[in-house]
């Protein structure tokens, strides 16, 4: 996949996949091109070359609202909850997303959107306006409203931005909690190292927009192309 | 519970049975004038309050349930209650074509389009001779064979409420928790799976199908349809009407309507400059209250 702007190409021919229940995470120097790729999956704007598959279908072209109907969900790395809207009508619009064919009782809806705020942590909070939830909070808010449309993939766009180290504690069990109890894959960029590396199967490295490098968590940290990518030439 | 949330509005459709016994026809008049802006006030909010698509073509659909139902009695010979339907189905279908037009627009520039068509579909009616009848207006039937000022007063109260009723249903329904995802945020929406497109459309069309509606009926009641139905100046009154009573809220519009309709009959001796006055007030009230009346009230309820 490529992406330029102007003059500026933001990614570079840079290819992967994700396996079904895995979480991949996706880290680079500032600009390297995270939010980009995100976008482009997101289909928040369509990618110069190269093509998205999901399930084997191509979604290049789809608009957003359709590519998170095929299930692709994904949170804002500035958080965006619908401000002026109570926490359990925030997550009734994920559901209400899903366009399902067949008709459900508001009140079953309801009964769901309140489960999910329960999943995340937000129990008690259901009629509280997402404007009056702390940062963590409007941060679940956001990961319960993704949930809520069904994904079989999760982004998440630094979502521990901003947390105090046992707040990173409690997000990191919410991320492995989506994985197991959801078996949802998860892609998500991060630039808190620690997290990131004990939480994730896989990690893609980026840097001026190309992949340097891509494995374990432990073969990219001793990388000599990432660690030059983060800390520059050795000689420099 | 269900028996508590319908009596205020029982109660109120009772007493509002009663000005025809009571008012005189000057003070009637009044009334049925404060139902039109009701209806148009009311369905102006679910546009620009639910949606935020804060719109300045809504008086002039309503010009378009006025001309096009005059225009059908006028030259078909049209009942006026049909052509009062197809008013408000041309409203919708011109909703339906600038709220497409203007989907990629959001804040100032979608209002300057809106603005914009509203001012062309004005100076095309005042100019034309032939059909509209320019600045002379255009002559029409009324709605009954006998004029009736109580029999007006009831139809317009029916419609209202009718309309009201809708709209109440709607902005209750997962339609209206849609809308206000979209007015919140759209590109947050859009990645929740919302067709935001359809929801901005769909409002567009749906509001402008009531406003086409509440000027058939008004021009009908009026007998005569002048390019002042369409204008600006009508367009600041329900814009002034909504936000003075409350914005996003459902009865504000309603409240608004009144006290602004009543309001005006005292001070008409000042002539045009009542309008400036509400659009003072109406700017003072989107810079320090921004929910209106309603705000106000619910925060003084909330102190107690």
């Known amino acids: 996949m490529t992406k330029s702007f102007g003059g500026l190409t933001a990614v570079k021919a840079v290819d992967f996949h994700l396996g079904e229940g895995e979480i991949v995470g996706l880290i680079g120097p500032n600009g390297a091109g995270k939010t980009t790729l995100f976008n482009l999956i997101g289909g928040i704007f369509p990618a110069d070359t190269g093509a998205v598959l999901f399930n084997g279908r191509g979604i290049k072209g789809l608009k957003t609202f359709e590519i998170c109907r095929l299930g692709i969900a994904r949170t804002f790395q500035i958080v965006r909850p619908f401000l002026k809207m109570s926490c359990l009508e925030n997550v009734l619009v994920g559901i209400i997303g899903r366009n399902e064919k067949q008709r459900r009782k508001e009140e079953e809806k309801k009964g769901e959107a309140g489960e999910l705020l329960k999943f995340v942590g937000l129990a008690g909070e259901e009629k509280k306006l997402a404007h009056n939830l702390t940062l963590i909070q409007k941060k679940r808010l956001e990961m319960a409203r993704a949930l809520a449309t069904r994904p079989k993939v999760l982004l998440l766009d630094e979502v521990l931005a901003g947390l105090n180290p046992s707040e990173i504690h409690q997000a990191l069990e919410l991320i492995e909690a989506i994985r197991s109890e959801h078996r949802i894959t998860i892609f998500w960029v991060e630039h808190v190292m620690g997290a990131i590396m004990k939480a994730s199967d896989r990690i893609i490295v980026l840097d001026q927009g190309r992949k340097i490098k891509e494995g374990k968590p432990g073969e990219v940290v001793s990388d000599q192309r990432v660690i030059e990518a983060y800390l520059g030439e050795p000689d420099a | 519970m269900a028996f508590k949330k319908y009596c205020l509005p029982i109660f109120l459709i009772i007493l509002a049975i009663f000005p025809p016994l009571v008012l005189s026809p000057y003070w009637l008049h009044v009334m049925i004038i404060s139902l039109f802006y009701v209806m148009m006030a009311s369905s102006w909010n ?162 402008s199908a009531m406003a086409g509606l509440a000027g058939g009926l008004y021009g009908h009641y009026l007998m005569l349809i002048t390019p002042d139905i369409p204008s600006l100046g009508q367009m600041f009154l329900v814009l002034a009407m909504a936000v003075i009573g409350g914005m996003g809220s459902f009865a504000g519009p309603i409240i608004g309507s009144f006290v602004l309709e009543i309001l005006s009959e005292y001070i008409r001796v000042y002539g045009e400059y009542h309008v400036l006055l509400f659009g003072l007030v109406a700017l003072a009230v989107a810079r320090f209250a921004p929910e209106g009346m309603m705000g106000i009230w619910a925060k003084s309820r909330g102190r107690q």
């Not at chain 2, 990645?191 to 509001?207: C, D």
């Open chain 2, 46 to 207: 679910l546009l620009a309050g639910f949606t935020g698509q804060v719109s300045f073509a809504h008086a002039a659909f309503s010009g378009v349930g006025a001309y096009v139902s005059g225009m059908l009695a006028v030259f078909l010979g049209l009942s006026p209650w049909m052509g009062i339907l197809l008013g408000a189905g041309a409203g919708a279908l011109l909703g339906f074509g600038l709220g497409f037009l203007c989907i990629r627009m959001g804040g100032i520039y979608l209002s300057l389009t809106t603005l914009g068509f509203s001012e062309i579909l004005r100076i095309i009616i005042t100019n034309e001779e032939k059909w509209t009848r320019g600045t002379m207006g255009l002559q029409t039937p009324g709605l009954f064979a006998h004029y009736s000022k109580a029999d007006t007063y009831y139809l317009f109260l029916i419609v209202t409420v009718l309309i009201l009723f809708f709209i109440y249903r709607f902005i209750h329904s997962e339609w209206g928790v849609t809308f206000r995802a979209v007015l919140n945020d759209e590109v947050a929406a859009s990645a929740s799976g919302i067709n935001t497109i359809q929801v901005r459309v769909l409002a567009f069309a749906l509001t």
